[in-house]
């Protein structure tokens, strides 16, 4: 058996032209949404992602400003801007690229963002309404993930969903997701003691681990929706997912790729984040 591709590519192009149009429509009526990020130093993956964001942003006719500062910028000098873009009325949305140079208190920054414009959903109180089943601003790669899930047609009510990893950003908040969605959900970590029985149950496996080719085919019960959210760099400078494609593909009935699978979601997730703030 060969699994479905979930081609998150197509999908998140789809979700792009949706929100374009939204955006033209409230861009009639006078109003645009806004979204400001901030980059802090020079790490090159950091700047090639908020490059991205700005291209995703203006291609849908946000308002976009990008503030890049340099590696010295102080705690004081960021907190500052971050509370001049909490009181700006034209930015809706405000995006803390992470990591931050080693100098900055991350977890003060983040905490300094309104949570009405906390379109990353890292915030505390973000992280505290989808715990508690509010309406909040979801992260976007864990929001990502099951939009595919979705997109396949596939129910997850009563179905056995394993997550492997439970960082903050993703891990934990899919777990969640999963569950709101009433799948009955395991969240596997780096001490969990038997993975590939608990992968073997799974229907839907969640992969989120950070390491190349770690799940692998013989670890996938049969037809199974895997989502792969690692993003891997070998040595020869291919990309590669947290699940071994090639033989998991074998086993699954659907699967995402690495590339092309979550990664574009979670920009099409940044901006459906922004939209919905803008909305609020
Ligand atoms: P973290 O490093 O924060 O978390 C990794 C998790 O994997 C931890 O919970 C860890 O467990 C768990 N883990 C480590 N080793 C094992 C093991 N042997 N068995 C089971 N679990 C293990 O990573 P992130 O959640 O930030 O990211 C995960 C991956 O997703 C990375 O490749 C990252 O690049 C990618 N990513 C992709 C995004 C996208 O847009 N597609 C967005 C964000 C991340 P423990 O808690 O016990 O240490």
Same mark, same amino acid.
């Given at each position: 058996?060969?699994?479905? =591709?979930?081609?998150?590519?197509?999908?998140?192009?789809?979700?792009?032209?949706?929100? $374009?149009?939204?955006?033209?429509?409230?861009?009639?009526?006078?109003? +645009?949404?806004?979204?400001?990020?901030?980059?802090?130093? &020079?790490?090159?993956?950091?700047?090639?992602?908020?490059?991205?964001?700005?291209?995703?942003?203006?291609?849908?006719?946000?308002?976009?400003?990008?503030?890049?500062?340099?590696?010295?910028?102080?705690?004081?000098?960021?907190?500052?801007? !971050?509370?001049?873009?909490?009181?700006? $009325?034209?930015?809706?949305? =405000?995006?803390?690229?992470?990591?931050?140079?080693?100098?900055?208190?991350?977890?003060?920054?983040?905490?300094?963002?309104?949570?009405?414009?906390?379109?990353?959903?890292?915030?505390?109180?973000?992280?505290?309404?989808?715990?508690?089943?509010?309406?909040?601003?979801?992260?976007?790669?864990? $929001?990502?993930? !099951?939009?595919? =899930?979705?997109? +396949?047609?596939?129910?997850?009510?009563? $179905?056995?969903?394993?997550?492997?990893?439970?960082?903050?950003?993703? #891990?934990?908040?899919?777990?969640?997701?999963?569950?709101?969605?009433?799948?009955?959900?395991?969240?596997?970590?780096?001490?969990?003691?038997?993975?590939?029985?608990?992968?073997?149950?799974?229907?839907?496996?969640?992969?989120?681990? #950070?390491?190349?080719?770690?799940? +692998?085919?013989?670890?996938?019960?049969? #037809?199974?929706?895997?989502?792969?959210?690692?993003?891997?760099?070998?040595? &020869?400078?291919?990309?590669?997912?947290?699940?071994?494609?090639?033989?998991?593909?074998?086993?699954?009935?659907?699967?995402?790729?690495?590339?092309?699978?979550? #990664?574009?979601? +979670? =920009?099409?997730?940044?901006?459906? &984040?922004?939209?919905?703030?803008?909305?609020?």
């Amino acid at each position: 058996m060969s699994a479905k =591709i979930i081609d998150g590519k197509e999908t998140a192009r789809k979700l792009r032209e949706t929100i $374009k149009t939204q955006v033209e429509n409230l861009k009639a009526k006078g109003f +645009t949404p806004g979204l400001a990020v901030v980059l802090v130093g &020079n790490d090159p993956a950091s700047q090639v992602y908020v490059g991205h964001k700005e291209k995703a942003c203006k291609e849908v006719g946000f308002h976009s400003e990008v503030y890049r500062l340099p590696e010295t910028t102080s705690q004081e000098e960021l907190l500052k801007l !971050i509370d001049n873009l909490n009181n700006d $009325k034209n930015i809706h949305g =405000i995006l803390v690229q992470l990591p931050l140079p080693g100098h900055l208190n991350e977890k003060e920054v983040i905490n300094k963002i309104s949570p009405v414009k906390d379109v990353d959903g890292f915030h505390p109180l973000s992280a505290g309404a989808l715990f508690v089943g509010e309406k909040s601003l979801v992260p976007c790669t864990p $929001k990502g993930c !099951i939009h595919l =899930i979705k997109e +396949t047609g596939f129910d997850l009510q009563g $179905k056995k969903a394993v997550v492997v990893g439970r960082s903050n950003i993703v #891990g934990k908040p899919v777990a969640i997701l999963l569950l709101n969605e009433n799948a009955t959900v395991t969240i596997c970590h780096s001490r969990t003691k038997n993975l590939k029985a608990e992968l073997l149950e799974a229907d839907v496996v969640v992969a989120a681990v #950070g390491k190349p080719n770690f799940i +692998t085919g013989d670890m996938i019960k049969p #037809g199974a929706v895997v989502i792969d959210v690692g993003i891997n760099r070998l040595d &020869n400078g291919k990309l590669v997912g947290d699940v071994e494609f090639e033989t998991a593909k074998e086993k699954a009935g659907w699967i995402t790729p690495v590339p092309g699978g979550v #990664g574009p979601m +979670t =920009i099409a997730m940044l901006l459906q &984040n922004t939209l919905e703030a803008a909305q609020s």
